[in-house]
Nanobody, 116 residues
Framework: QVQLVESGGGLVQPGGSLRLSCAAS????????MAWYRQAPGKEREMVAA???????RYLASLKDRFAISRDIAKNTVALQMNSLKPEDTAVYYC??????????WGQGTQVTVSS
């Protein structure tokens, strides 16, 4: 089971940017999907971005113009670049990996707070 560790969260003003990183314990080349989810207080967890083994990416429609997911296969990392942040982006962000055959992994989460 792959271990995932997120980093890069913090406090940022509206309109600012943050880059989150997810480090995996092993190769991410064979993973079917790696994704970023978020969960705000009182809200359901939602997928915000995903990258497939082919390199194809998908986004929550409302975030497509502001967020970008990317992989670095050599470094076994997945990043989420977040631009033009809004207060409603405040949430705990989680890294997720689907390795197939029921092999699902989650990171511990990193807090992103967008506030003046």
């Amino acid at each position: 089971q792959v271990q995932l560790v997120e980093s890069g969260g913090g406090l940022v003003q509206p309109g600012g940017s943050l880059r989150l990183s997810c480090a995996a314990s092993g190769s991410i080349r064979s993973l079917y999907v790696m994704a970023w989810y978020r969960q705000a207080p009182g809200k359901e967890r939602e997928m915000v971005a995903a990258v497939m083994s082919s390199g194809e990416t998908r986004y929550l429609a409302s975030l497509k113009d502001r967020f970008a997911i990317s992989r670095d296969i050599a470094k076994n990392t997945v990043a989420l670049q977040m631009n033009s942040l809004k207060p409603e982006d405040t949430a705990v962000y989680y890294c997720n990996a689907d390795g197939g055959l029921g092999r699902i992994s989650w990171g511990q989460g990193t807090q992103v707070t967008v506030s003046s």
